[in-house]
């Protein structure tokens, strides 16, 4: 069975039987892991597992695993620093903080796919220009070529891992006050400042260092009517033509407030996927999801599938094994100097 456009969240630490039907869905293509599904490292791994066995080829497992306030598995697993306290250091000393950015995108790479974890969502490409608090230390640094330097050695980090990398969230969210998680944020600015700017890291890094893309649920009227993620202009004139990226592209989650304007979840998900995503989040909203699968009925998209087999991880490591990888526990040692620094 071929890896379908929607990737679904779970409620709890076990699969339900509601849970397992709906994964082994045709339309299904991945899973979101939560805070929510974290217990400790056994059970992930027992969930993880069980995700897998359900389908072949495995449906795709992912998080939001960035480090500082956005990291879902925190017992068992390295504290991660925020992209920011890296760029700190990289202000201070460039040769650190290119180190630190590496070892965190390993360190956090190997403890995921060791533990079944395909992809964490990262890196954040977002500019910390200082006035959007959903992105604040999320963000590496205000300097793009900053910004593009550290996430090229986080996305090395990943790569030796074996993970494929996410940036996001295109075209740049550091650029606007509002916070998508609960309105529509409009960024004024025109194309022109944008390029020069928010996305300068995705044009270095797009064409060979990403393997998957996640659009802000943020308007940009100057250059369309529609939201990033909804936006053919930014999806396929901008993002696959100028800035010849060839990998996935995720919505990011269509239950957000950013997205309500493309209406009820069968459409926002048919606009996305017509705008360009290969792939829909449709999270915290377990009761929509067949609705979700009756509204995307008989929808197939080969390109999008083929795309979508490359995100599986490639773990070198066990759980058990892991501790006595060298390059490991000098990472672990690297980020952990940075927590007792000042």
Not at 45 to 74: K, M, N, S, W, Y
Not at 87 to 107: F, Q, T
Request: net charge neutral; hydrophobic share 45%.
């Amino acid at each position: 069975m071929s890896l379908g456009p929607v990737m679904m969240d779970l409620a709890g630490v076990a699969l339900s039987p509601k849970e397992r039907e709906r994964l082994r869905h045709p339309l299904v293509g991945g899973v979101i892991l939560f805070s929510r599904n974290y217990e400790n490292p056994r059970q992930l791994r027992a969930l993880t597992a069980e995700i897998r066995a359900l389908r072949d080829p495995p449906l795709i497992i992912t998080v939001d695993h960035e480090g500082g306030r956005v990291q879902r598995f925190r017992e068992g697993f390295t504290d991660l620093p925020a992209c920011a306290r890296i760029g700190e250091i990289y202000a201070l000393d460039r040769a650190r903080g290119r180190k630190l950015a590496h070892a965190a995108g390993y360190v956090m790479a190997a403890e995921l796919l060791a533990h079944g974890v395909d992809m964490s969502f990262a890196p954040v490409l977002d500019l910390g220009h200082g006035v959007s608090t959903v992105i604040g230390d999320r963000a590496f640094a205000e300097d793009p070529l900053v910004v593009t330097e550290l996430a090229r050695q986080y996305v090395q980090g990943m790569t030796q891992a074996g993970m494929a990398a996410c940036g996001k969230h295109f075209p740049g969210h550091g650029g606007v006050t509002g916070d998508s998680h609960t309105e529509l944020p409009v960024d004024d600015r025109p194309l022109s400042a944008l390029k020069s700017a928010d996305l300068v890291p995705f044009s270095r890094l797009c064409p060979m260092v990403l393997a998957a893309v996640m659009p802000a649920h943020v308007l940009y009227p100057r250059v369309d009517t529609q939201p990033a993620g909804f936006s053919r202009v930014w999806l396929q004139d901008i993002l696959r033509k100028t800035q010849r990226f060839s990998g996935v592209i995720f919505s990011d989650d269509l239950s957000m407030a950013g997205a309500h304007g493309a209406g009820d979840l069968g459409a926002r998900a048919h606009k996305a996927l017509a705008a360009g995503c290969d792939v829909v989040l449709a999270c915290n909203d377990a009761d929509g999801l067949d609705g979700l699968f009756e509204a995307l009925a008989g929808y197939v998209n080969p390109l999008s599938q083929a795309r979508m087999t490359r995100l599986h991880g490639r773990p070198a490591w066990t759980a058990d094994a892991l501790p006595a990888n060298i390059d490991y526990r000098a990472g672990r040692e690297l980020l952990r100097s940075l927590r007792e620094s000042p």
